[in-house]
């Protein structure tokens, strides 16, 4: 079967830096995405990995091991507005550009 | 932003109505998608097509039929409505077929549906 697996909820302080990690199991693998979800709002893409190593957009960060089958979303200099929930997905090799999606990271932000 | 509107972005009805959600992009994308989302499930896909009169079934596809006759409209119909189907429903598309591409799916702003 098709597990993602991520910590349900982080707390973080303003200014620091903060890792949600994802493990998946799925029987192929073309890609991770990291989303991030303001309450009420649509998911918008934030990173892609499909090679092991890190990409860095700003002030996030994703990290993919496939043989470990581990991925992280780094988040520094925190801002209030970063308070949302990120989803972790795994892109199938099967079938027509399937993503399957984890159940997300509700990550509040203390000032 | 991707063009994508759904409609009607909020929704009450009763048990046994039918309801059809609607989907329309302006970005002339093959790929789009009809997901559910409920507290401690995330996102689960219903059903999705890869063009024009090609539809193909989700992982929670029962109950729920999809039609897509014109590139730039997906709609989704629950034709005896229960109130297991509340939920927050999004719509997205997509670009690139398959392998190892990196673009992803881009979602429309949902539609909240309360079945009573």
Same mark, same amino acid.
């Not at chain 1, 707390?11 to 073309?30: D, K, M, W």
């Given at each position: ?17 903060v ?6 199991q ?6 991770? !995405?990291?989303?991030?979800?303001h ?37 520094k ?23 399957? !999606? ?10 | 932003?991707?063009?994508?509107? $759904? ?9 046994g ?19 559910r ?14 063009g ?24 989704l119909?629950?034709e005896?409505?229960?109130?297991? $189907?509340?939920?927050?429903?999004f ?26």
């Amino acid at each position: 079967g098709q597990n993602i697996d991520q910590p349900t909820e982080m707390t973080a302080t303003e200014g620091a830096i903060v890792q949600i990690n994802c493990t998946y199991q799925t029987s192929g693998f073309n890609g991770l !995405f990291w989303y991030q979800q303001h309450a009420g709002e649509a998911p918008t893409f934030l990173s892609y990995n499909v090679l092991d190593g890190l990409e860095e957009k700003g002030r996030f960060s994703s990290f993919l091991s496939r043989s470990k089958g581990y991925s992280y979303l780094l988040l520094k200099e925190l801002q209030m507005k970063d308070s949302a929930s990120y989803l972790c997905a795994v892109r199938a090799p099967w079938g027509d550009d399937k993503i399957i !999606f984890g159940k997300g990271t509700r990550l509040h932000i203390l000032p | 932003d991707a063009g994508i509107t $759904q409609s009607p972005r909020h929704k009450v009805t009763e048990t046994g109505t039918p309801v059809t959600l609607r989907c329309h992009q302006t970005e002339n994308h093959r790929y789009m998608y009809w997901y559910r989302q409920d507290p401690g499930h995330g996102l689960r896909l219903i059903h999705y097509s890869y063009g024009v009169k090609d539809t193909d079934k989700g992982e929670v596809s029962d109950g729920y039929s999809v039609s897509r006759s014109k590139t730039e409209d997906f709609l989704l119909t629950l034709e005896s409505a229960t109130s297991s $189907q509340t939920s927050v429903y999004f719509c997205a598309i997509s670009e690139s077929a398959k392998g190892a591409s990196n673009q992803p799916q881009h979602f429309g702003d949902g539609t909240r549906l309360s079945i009573l």
